[in-house]
């Protein structure tokens, strides 16, 4: 059976202070490693999908990387609207839906 | 333009009930999905179509039943409504199974 399992649960950061979420996942095969942003109240909005290992996307101050066993989105000199929840996800191939971690919740204070 | 959009918002009701959520797609997408997300925000997958067929049903009790009418469209239709049915649900969609595009989900509330 997949497994995701994001760390922490919950991330406490000043503005400016750069730090990493985790994802670490067990899979039989994978196709992909997908992060997406949730905010209050709304659907998840996809952000990155990593492929293989090595493999590095970034987009604004979000940087995503994936080994073989685990996923880090790196977020440097985050501002207070990068808070919200940090969702990832693993698809084991092409006919898997998504199987999803329970996210890390981000908080930046002014 | 909303690329994945869902009706109601928001569903108050009385157990025992039965509702309907819809969902719209507009990115030309061939799957789509139905989540359920939970009061710890845990995601979980429920239906899956592709092309209007369905491709994916998890362990969801019978009185859940997704429609397709089309390929932009996948309604889902809930009887007997329970207390344990609330939760956020929410639509998303893709194109030959890749990365998915969720609508901003619809909170039933059963009472």
């Known amino acids: 059976e997949d497994q995701v399992t994001q760390s922490p649960e919950a991330l406490r950061l000043q503005e400016g202070e750069s730090s990493s979420l985790n994802c670490s996942y067990t899979?039989?095969?994978?196709?992909?490693l997908f992060w997406y942003r949730q905010d209050p109240g709304k659907g998840p909005e996809f952000l990155f999908t990593?492929?293989?290992a090595g493999e590095e996307k970034e987009k604004e101050r979000l940087k995503a990387t994936l080994t073989k066993k685990e996923s880090f989105l790196h977020i440097t000199a985050p501002k207070p609207e990068d808070s919200a929840t940090y969702l990832c996800?693993?698809?084991?191939?092409?006919?898997?839906?998504?199987?999803f971690g329970k996210g890390t919740m981000l908080l930046v204070s002014p | 333009d909303t690329a994945v959009s869902q009706t109601p918002k928001y569903l108050v009701t009385q157990m025992g009930n039965d509702k309907s959520i819809k969902c719209e797609q507009n990115?030309?997408?061939?799957?789509m999905y139905w989540y359920k997300q939970d009061s710890k925000k845990f995601l979980k997958i429920m239906f899956s179509?592709?092309?209007?067929?369905?491709?994916i049903n998890e362990t969801v009790p019978n009185r859940f039943s997704p429609k397709s009418p089309d390929k932009a469209h996948l309604n889902l239709h809930i009887n007997s409504l329970e207390l344990g049915d609330s939760a956020v649900y929410f639509c998303?969609?893709?194109?030959?199974?890749?990365?998915?595009?969720f609508g901003p989900g619809t909170r039933l509330t059963v009472t």
């Open positions: 899979v039989s095969g994978l196709r992909g």
């Open positions: 179509y592709n092309n209007k067929e369905l491709i």
């Open positions: 990115l030309g997408h061939d799957t």
């Open positions: 998303a969609s893709s194109h030959s199974r890749g990365e998915q595009y």
């Open positions: 996800a693993v698809q084991a191939d092409r006919y898997s839906t998504l199987t």
């Open positions: 990593l492929y293989s």
